[in-house]
């Protein structure tokens, strides 16, 4: 690792720290658009942190440490997650341990963290949630391994900084049978592990239709704060590796310079900022899915996922 791998890790860390609050108001005043209204504004969610920070902690009686910790075990995951995924260079300090195992291992602590805090109330409303989460969590995980594994065979690799660097300097891969089917649930799939439409809403407050929600109801101040702001730093990293798996031209190399680190801040901006406002234009125009349809839809991801896994085996294995 030289000064300049460090910088790129530092440069990633601090644009997804920075960068999700913006990316969650930039989704949030394209929706208001797109529905006639004026929108608060793109620096909106840095004003809400800033006024829960302010707050009070409320802590629920009957609560155990699990409550406490948990929001400090998803901003951590997803900050680690961060260092470890090629988002402005494919040469970060952590890229030796960054394979797309350990990426969904972080990304499922995090889940389980929020879960257990929302167990860990003893409301029904927080056992409601976890339980829609954990359910829908089983199904999203085994379905990101399946299409990042798919991506991975032509590159022989399963170290998303390889995977990316493959991609680079093979783009026909990219427009592969494996390649669309890999890309399609995936989409699907971060649409599910962000919380967002058809699979669950973030603005809504329903019983029958909250997820993310009812888990952090019991949550105010500091933490409530946190929470938010991880889940937005989620959804930054997962909008920009996956831009970067499937559009990889822009990112810095394995032993970037100044210059390059500065592209790959610039382009990645631009990449997550298309891809949210393409997500949130697409919110639109999508209604809700029932409960007990969000499964088959996740089961059609799943399937996607198997077929793209095939296929890279099948023309693979031809070459």
């Known amino acids: 690792m030289n000064v300049m791998s460090a910088a790129a890790g530092a440069a990633q860390i601090g644009g997804v720290m920075f960068g999700a609050p ?3 108001g930039l989704m949030r005043q394209v929706r208001a658009r797109s529905e006639g209204r004026c ?8 004003r809400d942190l800033r006024k829960q920070l302010r707050k009070q902690h409320v802590v629920p009686e ?43 291992g972080l990304l499922f602590l995090g889940t389980v963290a929020l879960t257990l805090a929302g167990i860990d109330t003893g409301t029904s409303f927080g056992g409601m949630g976890a339980s829609r989460e954990i359910a829908i969590a089983a199904l999203v995980e085994p379905t990101i ?10 590159a022989r690799s399963a170290n998303l900084g390889a995977i990316v660097a493959f991609s680079v300097d093979n783009p026909a891969e990219v427009v592969s049978i494996a390649g669309i089917l890999a890309f399609v649930a995936l989409v699907i799939v971060v649409v599910a592990e962000t919380g967002r439409l058809p699979v669950d809403n973030p603005a809504t407050h329903l019983e029958l239709t ?6 952090v109801l019991e949550y105010t101040g500091p933490r409530l704060a946190v929470i938010e702001w991880a889940s937005g730093m989620r959804l930054t990293v997962l909008l920009a590796l996956l831009a970067n798996l499937f559009v990889p031209w822009g990112i810095a190399g394995e032993r970037p310079s100044l210059i390059g680190i500065g592209v790959g801040i610039a382009v990645i901006g631009i990449k997550v900022a298309v891809a949210a406002v393409a997500l949130a234009g697409a919110e639109v125009f999508i209604a809700k899915l029932r409960l007990f349809r969000v499964p088959e839809l996740l089961a059609g991801s799943f399937l996607l996922a198997l077929l793209a896994v095939t296929s890279a085996n099948f023309f693979t294995a031809q070459v």
């Open 39 to 46: 929108g608060a504004g793109v620096l909106q969610p840095w």
């Open 145 to 154: 391994l399946l299409a990042v594994f798919a991506l991975s065979i032509p």
């Open 62 to 104: 009957g609560t155990t440490s699990v409550f406490a910790i948990a929001p400090t075990v998803l901003a951590a995951t997803t900050l680690l997650t961060a260092a470890i995924a090629p988002l402005v260079a494919t040469g970060s300090p952590l890229d030796p341990v960054g394979d797309l195992f350990v990426v969904v």
């Open 22 to 24: 913006l990316v969650i």
């Open 210 to 215: 909250m997820v993310h929600e009812a888990m």
